[in-house]
């Protein structure tokens, strides 16, 4: 079994699994109605199941992606085919989420980044989304952690 297939069954990695999809609900609520990441956060707090979901991961990052898309458009703005404002609004939720663990979650190996990212692509996106997702992913991947890309190739 592979590093992680182990992880899916430790209760930390399910939790932090659990809030990378209230993150990519949230995100898109934003980019729907612009409201704040902390009244976002409450609302699902009081609406949404998060039992075994890692809330404060959550909330954390939510906070940090709303307070500042910009930095992670300008990464995907090169690894993207059209302008980061028209990628389908789920999937531009799971690449600025993807982007952000790139960029801030150093502890996360990459590869289980882009699995989660595709996941939640399948589960929540257009149909062929997953694809799109994969391909600029491992492109921010291979620019953002090139000494762990290389080393896993």
Request: charged share 25%; hydrophobic share 40%; aromatic share 8%.
């Amino acid at each position: 079994m592979s590093a992680h297939g182990k992880q899916r069954f430790d209760p930390a990695f399910q939790a932090r699994s659990k809030a990378r999809k209230r993150v990519v609900q949230g995100l898109y609520q934003w980019q729907l109605t612009g409201h704040s990441a902390g009244s976002i956060a409450d609302q699902f707090k009081e609406e949404q199941d998060f039992e075994g979901c890692d809330e404060g991961y959550f909330r954390d990052v939510l906070k940090a992606i709303v307070n500042d898309p910009a930095s992670l458009d300008a990464v995907l703005s090169q690894h993207v085919d059209r302008p980061i404002g028209e990628v389908d609004e789920m999937e531009r939720a799971v690449l600025r989420l993807g982007t952000w663990e790139l960029m801030h979650a150093l502890e996360t190996p990459y590869r289980v980044i882009l699995s989660e990212a595709i996941n939640l692509a399948r589960t929540f996106g257009a149909e062929g989304g997953h694809s799109y997702v994969n391909g600029v992913l491992d492109r921010v991947a291979e620019q953002l952690r090139a000494v762990e890309y290389r080393r896993a190739l």
